[in-house]
């Protein structure tokens, strides 16, 4: 028997460009069948802003702080592998000192990251008191990076060949401050995330990915870890101080015993890091060693020197959503020939289709927010059923999320 | 999975397969921190037509982790380079493994690597317009980053007259005082 | 374990509010006016949070120190310093600055220095509180 009506049962949703759940703007379209996601697709783009063909017109010193625009949050990281890959191409060597201090900005940085995204993943399950619990502690973070780096956000602390900025005896004791404060806190919040019922009603068995899938979309950072892969750039290779460190790898089996690589198993995956950041910078500060802040401390020099390199290098390093990899070319100029910079999330976006797929709609923030990208506001949404066009908001998709919530708590 | 190989293993491994067609194999090793651990790099050169066995002969030993594929204008050709990991799991024991393939810039052609490794789709899909590659049996061969109205015949990172320069503009120089 | 959050919330009750106050109740329409008006005395302002040393702010500029070598401008990243040929100084557009002080790394005289002040926001850019020369 043929019905006369259509056959296609599913309608389509656009998400994005600018959206929810989003750090960067994304188009997101998706097949709809009732509340279930049943296909995803996913356009970037929106804010591609030539960043590699502006290094064109730079010399790498410039480049350094060109980099560290590329993100607000990881604005330590992409000057980071920038400079190793610059160091890698013309074999410079950096001083020990630097090495160790290299690192604690970038755990500093790590803890940040974290903590700000516990808050927002608390906000698009509605459950905004933690977002205010959390961030009150991100505020000592990001005092501290203040205190250490001249500002809050975009640090400026790395060069090619070194640091910029040393820690002296005399700081010491605010770090301490810091790192105590944030232990004593971290007891709280890892008992909110964990133990409680709502955390766990809306994030277990939600947005699984599997440890097969993640091999082979090539996902990275925390998003593969908590799917049992074994891969971080910290562990894997040696890079900046990191391999005198005693560090190991992390999956979410070490707190429950098991792996289902799903929301629940990100959040407790990025716990359990920033636990293991506190650990490595107490590390540091023991271990460090006196000596040179810079290979070279002139500038001019230094660029002389770059300019004559012909050569190619390829800078990894893993920032707080995944491994961030940059590769540079020199070839006798000003500025390098090419300067190709990847970050975490460009890997992160195709393992979102399986974590989608079979998903409800008030599961899309949540689920995109897993992998950590930042999910900066927002944007509306247009429905399209049966010709009629519907708005739907920003607004109307968090409520959906906050009712859901709701409902599962009765 | 087999055994892990070690670095000079793994250069044998791929040396007896394809023997001439690796145009070349670099070693690189850097040390870092105070104790001089060593991180290892491998940058092989190979021929375009076996690329995609390489790739194969790669999988066949370890599945591996494709971060990006990066490319160059040189002139004449246009290269792009895929950024392997191997053996990671174990502390210290990652091999960095970068393979350049070399294509002629009148038929800059190459064979889709998505049926063996799917997560390589965005990063193909960003070479074919960024780098007016041609990637045979792509999946998905919409744009990317650029805009759907995007000239078709004008590549960004390309360095001739099919590059960007015309849409150039010193924004920072507009009502300047 | 229903209400984890529920002790911290009520104990937040009987607590300070725990951000910095704005300097100002209302946002002024312009910054330069309302803090001459401040440092007049018309004005009361919520007194600013001391900045950490080493704070990175509005660039100092000592134009008799400079010799005018140009190297700032090289390794500026936002072209924000301009040459000025007539008497071979140099104008800084704060406007344009990242302020992230490689140019007083690279000087080699010294004259430049970040200075302590952020409240920065104009409507013009090239505005006269926005030009250091």
């Known amino acids: 028997m043929k019905s006369k009506t259509t056959t296609k049962t599913t309608y389509n949703i656009p998400v994005g460009p600018i959206h929810p759940a989003l750090k960067e703007p994304v188009f997101l379209e998706f097949e709809i069948d009732g509340e279930r996601i049943v296909d995803v697709d996913v356009k970037l783009g929106h804010v591609h802003r030539a960043i590699e063909w502006a290094s064109r017109k730079r010399n790498p010193i410039q480049i350094l702080y060109l980099a560290e625009r590329i993100c607000g949050i990881c604005s330590y990281c992409h000057p980071a592998a920038f400079a190793l890959g610059i160091e890698a191409a013309a074999d410079i060597e950096v001083p020990e000192r630097a090495e160790y201090l290299r690192v604690i900005q970038a755990e500093i940085e790590r ?11 608390a906000h698009e399950i509605g459950f905004d008191t933690v977002l205010f619990l959390t961030w009150e502690m991100r505020e000592k973070m990001m005092d501290l990076t203040e205190f250490l780096c001249g500002n809050r956000v975009t640090k400026g602390i790395l060069t090619i060949g070194g640091i910029r900025r040393d820690i002296t005896k005399d700081m010491l004791p605010q770090i301490t401050k810091s ?3 944030f232990k004593d806190n971290f007891e709280k919040i890892r008992h909110i995330f964990l133990d409680d019922k709502t955390i766990k009603l809306r994030s277990q068995g939600v947005g699984i990915l599997t440890k097969d899938d993640a091999l082979k979309l090539c996902a990275v950072g925390p998003t593969t870890r908590a799917s049992a892969i074994k891969k971080d750039v910290r562990i894997d290779t040696s890079y900046f101080a990191y391999g005198d460190l005693d560090i190991d790898y992390i999956t979410p089996d070490i707190l429950t015993g098991e792996v289902n690589g799903d929301v629940y198993d990100r959040i407790i995956q990025r716990l359990l890091e920033i636990k293991q950041s506190i650990d490595i910078i107490e590390q540091c500060l023991d271990k460090m060693p006196n000596g040179d802040l810079v290979s070279e401390p002139k500038i001019p020099k230094l660029l002389n020197q770059l300019k004559k390199v012909e050569g190619e290098g390829v800078g990894r390093h893993e920032a707080p959503r995944g491994e961030v990899i940059h590769y540079v070319k020199l070839t006798g100029e000003d500025a390098p020939f090419t300067w190709k910079v990847r970050a975490p999330t460009y890997n992160n976006i195709l393992p979102w289709i399986p974590m989608l797929k079979g998903e409800q709609i008030a599961d899309i923030p949540i689920i995109a927010a897993s992998t950590d990208p930042c999910m900066s506001c927002t944007n509306r949404i247009g429905i399209i059923k049966d010709g009629n066009r519907y708005e739907l908001r920003k607004e109307e998709l968090y409520r959906l ?3 859901k919530t709701r409902r599962l708590m009765r | 999975m ?4 070690t670095l000079e293993e793994l250069t044998k491994y791929f040396k007896d397969e394809f023997k001439t067609k690796i145009i070349s194999i670099d070693i690189k090793k850097r040390a870092a921190g105070s104790k ?6 491998i940058w092989m050169k190979i021929d375009k037509t076996v690329f995609k066995d390489v790739i194969k002969h790669l999988i066949k030993y370890q599945y591996p982790h494709l971060a990006v594929i990066s ?3 040189l002139g004449k050709n246009i290269e792009l380079i895929y950024h392997f990991t191997v053996n990671y799991g174990e502390r210290l024991k990652e091999i960095n493994l970068h393979i350049s393939v070399e294509l002629p810039k009148s038929k800059p052609e190459i064979e889709s690597i998505c049926d063996l490794i799917p997560g390589a789709l965005i990063t193909e899909r960003e070479k074919q317009e960024f780098l007016g590659v041609k990637i045979k049996g792509i999946p998905d061969n919409r744009k990317l980053f650029l805009p759907d109205d995007w000239p078709d015949d004008v590549y960004p990172w390309r360095r001739d007259e099919t590059g960007p320069e015309k849409y150039y503009k010193n924004l920072h120089e507009v009502n300047k005082k | 374990m229903g209400f984890s959050m529920l002790p911290k919330v009520l104990s937040q009750m009987f607590k300070k509010p725990w951000t910095n106050k704005f300097p100002a109740k209302y946002q002024p329409s312009n910054t330069t006016k309302y803090l001459k008006a401040v440092g007049a005395g018309e004005a009361k302002i919520n007194p600013p949070i001391p900045t950490p040393p080493g704070f990175r702010g509005k660039i100092i500029y000592d134009k008799e120190k400079c010799t005018g070598c140009r190297l ?3 390794v500026c990243p936002c072209e924000a310093i301009e040459y000025k040929e007539e008497d071979k100084k140099i104008k800084i557009y704060i406007g344009r600055c990242c302020f992230c002080s490689q140019c007083n790394d690279v ?6 220095s970040m200075g302590d002040e952020f409240l920065l926001a104009d409507s013009d850019p090239y505005a006269k509180a926005l030009i250091v020369e």
């Open chain 2, 36 to 41: 001089k651990l060593e991180t290892s790099t």
């Open chain 1, 111 to 121: 803890i940040t990251s974290h903590v700000l995204w516990a808050g927002v993943a």
């Open chain 2, 2 to 5: 087999s055994e892990k190989k």
């Open chain 1, 179 to 181: 790192l105590d404060y």
């Open chain 1, 401 to 403: 999320s906050v009712e």
């Open chain 2, 71 to 73: 490319g160059n204008d």
């Open chain 3, 107 to 112: 000087c080699p005289t010294n004259c430049l």
């Open chain 3, 72 to 74: 700032c401008i090289k």
